[in-house]
């Protein structure tokens, strides 16, 4: 069983900083991607970053310049720095995993609020 267990979101101001984390245990046949998603109420849940299996990433447009992935790939856990936070970058967050044995796993969501 594959656990995902994420951490850091909470309320900031717009053009602050953030860090969330998720930590992938369990049995776990190798990465192909981690990442982040993000949905607010009544829209689709959207990429926000990933790292893919060799290391290279992927960022929606609209995160780009602002957002930074990175992966420790001893500890199986990602972090999605957040920077210059807008409140469109309010959203509940979610952490996903897609194993190579064709596992796709996603957290349980940590909320982000940019607001003054």
């Known amino acids: 069983q594959v656990q995902l267990l994420e951490s850091g979101g909470g309320l900031v101001q717009p053009g602050g900083s953030l860090t969330l984390s998720c930590a992938a245990s369990?049995?776990?046949?190798?990465?192909?991607?981690m990442g982040w998603y993000r949905q607010t109420p009544g829209k689709e849940r959207e990429l926000a970053a990933v790292v893919i299996g060799g290391g290279g990433t992927n960022y929606a447009d609209s995160v780009k310049g602002r957002f930074a992935i990175s992966r420790d790939n001893i500890k199986n856990t990602v972090y999605l720095q957040m920077h210059s936070l807008k409140p469109e970058d309010t959203a509940g967050y979610y952490c996903?995993?897609?194993?190579?044995?064709?596992?796709?796993?996603w957290g349980q969501g940590t909320q982000v609020t940019v607001s003054s």
């Open positions: 369990g049995r776990i046949l190798g990465i192909k991607r």
């Open positions: 996903n995993l897609e194993t190579a044995g064709a596992g796709n796993y």
